[in-house]
Nanobody, 117 residues
């Protein structure tokens, strides 16, 4: 079955960095667009960044210049490098895989990122 497992979350001070990883299994990774989303308490889940199977990337305006998404198709991994973290980046971060053929979505269980002094 499809599994997406996130790791790398934690607590960091403002201005710090974290690298999130998402390991995918049970899918043909090359036909999936991968994305990172986040959801803070009381707020809707929002797109942070996405990367296509051709490695075209898209980032939300709130993280442009600070976060970078990348993928390793051979390892079936997707990463989110987060720099210059701000308290407003505090959220649960979710990995999502979207099948580019039938548009089926799969989600990971989420990893908590807390930015606080």
């Amino acid at each position: 079955q499809v599994q997406l497992v996130e790791s790398g979350g934690g607590s960091v001070q403002p201005g710090g960095s974290l690298r999130l990883s998402c390991a995918a299994s049970g899918i043909i990774f090359g036909i999936y667009t991968m994305g990172w989303y986040r959801q803070a308490p009381g707020k809707q889940r929002e797109l942070v960044a996405s990367v296509t199977n051709g490695s075209r990337t898209n980032c939300s305006d709130s993280v442009k210049g600070r976060f970078t998404i990348s993928r390793d198709n051979a390892k079936k991994m997707v990463y989110l490098q987060m720099n210059s973290l701000k308290p407003e980046d505090t959220s649960i971060y979710y990995c999502k895989a979207r099948n580019d053929i039938n548009w089926n979505d799969y989600w990971g269980q989420g990893t908590q990122v807390t930015v606080s002094s």
